[in-house]
């Protein structure tokens, strides 16, 4: 992936894992790819920072943040890392990646990013600073 050679790779997620990922079969089949790869991961990707959860914080991250609640279909997958969140909007057939300001939760529509990982960092890889 050109835009996360900037970013800190982790160990590969075991199969294992990634069976117990949530909705791992409706996940974009890159991102589920990348996890094969690096289980999470941290860094810029252009002048945006990214932090990529591991697959087995997801599920307690999603908890913590009441998304079952507050924005139901929704799969919080990483962060800014200052108050903006980047989830997996399973709610249509074909699932995308969206962002939105945590404390929006519920309140405001998440703005669409992109529909793959790959495309999701060349959309932060835009971005300005």
């Known amino acids: 992936m050109e835009y996360a ?3 800190n790779l982790k160990q ?3 199969e294992a894992t990634l069976m117990q990922l949530r909705s791992a079969d409706r996940l974009p089949k890159d991102y589920v790819d990348f996890l094969r790869k690096s289980n999470g991961a941290e860094g810029f990707v252009g002048n945006s920072y ?3 959860f591991a ?3 997801i599920e307690p991250i999603n908890q913590a943040a009441a ?3 507050f924005a139901p279909g929704l ?3 990483g ?3 200052g108050g903006k969140s980047y989830a997996f909007d399973t709610r249509q057939e074909e699932v995308t990646i969206v962002e939105f300001f945590d404390m929006d939760i519920g309140d405001e529509e998440p703005v669409f990013c992109a529909k ?3 495309e999701f960092l060349k959309y932060l890889s835009d971005q300005l600073a």
């Open 12 to 14: 590969p997620a075991s």
């Open 116 to 118: 793959s990982l790959t």
């Open 5 to 7: 050679n900037k970013l």
């Open 67 to 69: 998304v079952d609640r």
């Open 75 to 77: 799969i919080i997958f």
């Open 50 to 52: 990214l932090i990529l």
């Open 79 to 81: 962060s800014d890392g």
């Open 55 to 57: 697959a087995e914080a």
